[in-house]
């Protein structure tokens, strides 16, 4: 275990960049782990190698970071930890902050111009990654991966960015981002979504464009500004074979918040896809906490252009303000049936 301090790193105001790089860098030579001590240290666009754990004390909160603190020097480059190559690497137990200040970084970036020979599998586990003015986690073409355990909130963009396929995105709070909690809007597939608390999220919950072969199971998405889920084609692929199953949906479609549809104002929406099972979800409906802002969504969901789809066994009492389901028609071999429930009186 290597400790950044060996390095030359000082903490506080101080710009402990080369240092922080110098102990990575170390570390790559036998695969050793690199430890970030109790404390805040300034840093801009690390480099993770391959094979190397960095590793603090996961001392943080919802509400601010703590333990291991590594706070974004300049929030104008691409990212403040770069794991892009860095194959079989691991960042867990620190608090990735950038204070909530313009730019245009992410949290941590993986952008790899094709997809390699080989699978990434990065792990990102227990860690805080707050107020980017990028995405949170900005995965471009990535190949296996891990994500647990962590809070990814307050950023400008999507709480994770995905573009790629092979991962596992588990008991994870995304909270309070700009876009949504978390958005595959490139080629994607092949992902386990589950257990996470998606909340407060401008855009949306979760965004599947084109995406095929998912889990969608236990998650509990609340008050979102636009659709908790929502599936939707590309223009050459189509969101196929996804599950979305046992997830608590409350408070979606915040008005005046992400939502430029207004069939967006809803908890589902469905828009295309094929070889999908919705079913054993609870919707309701709701505003903001302390019995404040105006309640949504207008809608539960909304569906169309569906293929051998099955929407059923979910609970709507209480779900929308206007209408349980809306249908646009051109769905085909679908069954969309036994979702008891009623209109929301305030």
Not at 98 to 123: F, M, N, S, T
Request: with cysteine; hydrophobic share 40%; aromatic share 6%.
């Amino acid at each position: 275990m290597l400790d950044i301090r060996d390095f030359g790193a000082k903490g506080g105001s101080a710009d402990d960049t080369r240092a922080i790089q110098s102990a990575i860098d170390a570390a790559a030579e036998h695969g050793d782990a690199v430890c970030v001590p109790a404390g805040e240290w300034r840093a801009a666009a690390l480099r993770m190698r391959s094979k190397v754990t960095l590793t603090g004390y996961a001392g943080w909160s919802y509400r601010a970071p703590g333990g291991s603190v590594l706070k974004m020097s300049d929030p104008d480059a691409p990212c403040l930890m770069d794991m892009t190559g860095a194959i079989g690497a691991t960042v867990e137990k620190l608090s990735l902050d950038a204070e909530r200040r313009p730019g245009i970084a992410h949290g941590i970036l993986i952008d790899k111009p094709d997809y390699g020979q080989q699978e990434d599998v990065p792990r990102i586990d227990c860690c805080r990654i707050s107020g980017f003015p990028g995405h949170g986690i900005r995965l471009c073409r990535i190949w296996c991966f891990t994500i647990r355990h962590s809070m990814i909130a307050f950023s400008g963009g999507h709480g994770i960015s995905l573009r790629g396929w092979d991962g596992f995105i588990l008991d994870n709070w995304l909270s309070g981002n700009g876009g949504w909690g978390m958005a595959a809007e490139e080629e994607n597939a092949s992902v386990t979504f589950t257990g996470n608390r998606v909340e407060w999220n401008h855009a949306g919950g979760l965004l599947v464009a084109g995406g095929d072969h998912y889990n969608v199971t236990g998650n509990f998405f609340d008050r979102s500004g636009g659709p908790a889920v929502s599936l939707k084609n590309l223009p050459d692929a189509r969101a196929n074979g996804i599950s979305v199953t046992g997830n608590v949906l409350r408070r979606s479609g915040a008005p005046n918040w992400g939502a430029k549809d207004e069939l967006d104002r809803c908890h589902l929406r469905l828009d295309g896809a094929r070889n999908v099972v919705v079913t054993g979800n609870t919707l309701s409906a709701g505003r903001d906490d302390g019995g404040k802002g105006k309640w949504s969504p207008e809608t539960a969901a909304v569906l169309g252009g569906l293929k051998g789809a099955v929407v059923r066994g979910n609970v709507m009492d209480g779900a929308a303000l206007a209408r349980l389901i809306v249908d646009l028609g051109g769905n085909e071999d679908t069954i969309v049936a036994d979702n008891p429930g009623s209109l929301f009186r305030p």
